[in-house]
């Protein structure tokens, strides 16, 4: 399997080929890390005259205060914050009872054509309706790549995240002091977990990997189209490369040879499934699409959500696809917060247009949902904030 040298040398190629910038974010000298997507870093400018890009009505948005780093750890939380004050907020995930998500810590950045990793990462944890902005700290102390979101799974047993330092690492739902090592010297790009399995897309390939015993990583996938992106269901792995090519294999095993689901939408990044379907990004250096595509395959995916400013994380309640856009964030070369936003569309389609969740956001990241079952009282999760990210947030479908 490659290594981590391999690793840091293919994502700052990538970093470089879909448009991403790796660097010292607008309030470096606080220690939080930067990286956008497919636009410069964001800044704060207050009495804007400019609207924020807002499809369809929203009752739930509201504008992020604009602040430095350090004034947001005292800041009185807006409307829907889980936490504030948080040093990079990243992946997030949701089960039954809690919201889960990892903060990527201090540091981290470009140089010399090298991808440094931030230190200090945290894996946080808040009960659903709320932890009185005091989330507990399930671990802490490791090191990650600033390329977000940052590889995490919640699975029934356990979460899961790569520590650049060690590997793959398990850490229990209600914490652990030293997270243990599932399997060293590989790193994922994204992870999925179910209750026996922890699965990683990366460099070194599609990896199944236990998370009882000590049998070491199979390897599902091996391609010079290395995989960016994976989901998991009761029967199959998903994941999507970067040549936007979508496929799956048999849990447990496809001979090396998995299914083509879809192709022709380069470069997936991002992937998510219902019971029926499979959906996912693709962004090549410019505006994003989320495509869907019937879990059996289709010769032409279905552009769900067309052209897409900064597109970012997306998830599925089988309902609705959720995503977050950074959105057309200069104007006249200036920074503007509030610019972003988290939308949805049904999965049968919207017309193109989505509805906001939450309009009027700074730098949203990574979002999670609550799983249809949760009727009315579902909420929508995400990462978002100045400095790159210091809030976790909450609204209701």
Not at 387 to 396: D, F
């Amino acid at each position: 399997m490659r290594g981590r040298g391999s690793r840091i040398a293919t994502l700052a190629a990538f970093a470089i080929a879909t448009g991403a910038v790796v660097g010292a974010g607008a309030c470096a000298a606080e220690g939080v890390s930067a990286v956008a997507s497919v636009h410069p870093d964001a800044g704060l400018l207050d009495d804007s005259p400019v609207e924020p890009a807002v499809d369809g009505e929203s009752d739930s948005g509201f504008e992020v205060p604009a602040s430095d780093c350090p004034a947001m750890v005292d800041a009185a939380p807006p409307p829907g914050a889980l936490a504030v004050g948080q040093s990079a907020p990243s992946a997030i995930a949701v089960d039954g009872t809690n919201v889960y998500w990892v903060n990527a810590g201090a540091g981290g950045g470009m140089e010399r054509k090298s991808v440094l990793p931030s230190t200090g990462g945290q894996v946080m944890k808040c009960a659903k309706p709320g932890c009185d902005a005091a989330p507990t700290v399930l671990a802490a102390g490791f090191m990650s790549l600033p390329l977000p979101p940052l590889p995490f799974a919640v699975g029934p047993s356990g979460l899961y995240f790569d520590d650049f330092s060690t590997g793959t690492m398990a850490c229990g739902l209600d914490g652990c002091v030293d997270a243990g090592v599932l399997v060293s010297s590989t790193h994922a790009d994204r992870l999925a977990a179910d209750a026996t399995h922890v699965y990683s897309a990366g460099p070194d390939g599609l990896l199944e990997i236990p998370i009882a015993g000590d049998a070491g990583a199979v390897v599902l996938y091996s391609g010079n189209d290395w995989p960016l992106a994976v989901a998991v269901d009761a029967t199959d792995v998903y994941f999507v490369t970067s040549n936007g090519i979508v496929m799956k294999c048999a849990i447990g095993g496809c001979n090396g040879s998995p299914t083509v689901v879809a192709t022709g939408a380069p470069v997936g990044i991002e992937i998510a499934l219902d019971a029926n379907n499979v959906y996912w990004t693709a962004v090549n250096g410019g505006p994003g699409t989320i495509f869907a595509c019937p879990k059996s395959g289709c010769a032409t995916p279905e552009p769900l959500v067309p052209d897409r400013l900064g597109l970012g994380s997306i998830a599925t309640d089988g309902v609705a696809v959720y995503f977050t856009e950074l959105g057309d964030d200069a104007v006249d070369g200036l920074p503007v917060s509030g610019r972003g936003g988290v939308y949805k569309c049904a999965v049968g389609g919207c017309s193109g247009e989505p509805t906001a969740v939450a309009a009027y956001q700074t730098d949203p990241g990574s979002v999670a949902v609550d799983s249809a079952d949760a009727g009315d009282a579902g909420r929508v999760y995400w990462t978002a904030g100045p400095c790159r990210g210091s809030l976790v947030l909450s609204a209701a479908k």
